[in-house]
């Protein structure tokens, strides 16, 4: 039972236009939302996040867009730059719980 | 500061044969997790620890075992290795704000043959 699903394993994207990446959750308990990056051979870093109080969290070229009602959250990249090439996943955790559940994630390609 | 590290990068193991994959911290942080990252499949948690002193299940947690070593330090031991257990294994700790972001370590690559 997938609980955190991004249903796009891969996106290609022009340099300079945006790149959205979507997720989906079932788990009505889940209130707080992350994204990762993952390089190859590294480990994923933390790069925005949300709780379920807000509906939009920006942080530079990242915004995240949260709709609680669809049970939807996305990522915006703009504008996307080579470097932003990567794997995103999406997480989510919620109440008390300290353990998140990630998606399977979304490779990122951004061609010059 | 080093953050998150793991030992080994790299292993090669045998069915049947056991290790032990290395994890430590020094963030000061409560909460440390196992994760398993493979094709398709996304970061599964094995196992974490909430606080030094406690161990709890994640969703793919048998054939593995943990121990909380002490604040910093978080092991994880497959006792007869499978090769259904070739993966990339990332271990992590949080912050100790409710909303703490979690940090990764570089991860190791394992083999079952």
């Known amino acids: 039972d997938q609980q955190v699903k991004q249903n796009s394993p891969s996106l290609s994207v022009q340099e300079g236009r945006i790149s959205i990446l979507n997720c989906d959750y079932t788990?009505?308990?889940?209130?707080?939302f992350l994204w990762y990056k993952k390089y190859p051979a590294e480990g994923p870093t933390f790069l925005i996040s949300i709780s379920s109080i807000k509906d939009k969290n920006e942080d530079g070229r990242f915004t995240v867009f949260l709709n609680k009602s669809a049970k939807h959250l996305s990522l915006h990249i703009v504008p996307s730059q080579p470097g932003d090439s990567a794997v995103y996943f999406c997480?989510?955790?919620?109440?008390?719980?300290?353990?998140?559940?990630f998606g399977t994630g979304t490779r990122l390609q951004v061609t010059l | 500061n080093a953050g998150v590290t793991q030992t080994p990068k790299f292993q090669v193991l045998k069915t049947g044969q056991s290790m032990t994959l290395q994890c430590a911290q020094d963030?000061?942080?409560?909460?440390m997790y196992w994760y398993r990252q493979d094709p398709g499949m996304g970061l599964r948690l094995i196992y974490y620890s909430a606080s030094e002193g406690t161990t709890d299940k994640g969703e793919v947690p048998n054939g593995y075992n943990v121990s909380r070593l002490n604040k910093r330090e978080f092991s994880l031991r497959l006792e007869s290795a499978a090769p259904s257990q070739t993966s990339v294994y990332f271990c992590a700790s949080r912050e100790p704000r409710p909303r703490g972001e979690q940090f990764f370590g570089p991860g190791t690559r394992l083999t079952v043959l």
């Open positions: 963030m000061n942080h409560n909460s």
């Open positions: 997480a989510a955790s919620g109440g008390t719980a300290s353990k998140l559940t």
């Open positions: 788990n009505s308990m889940f209130d707080y």
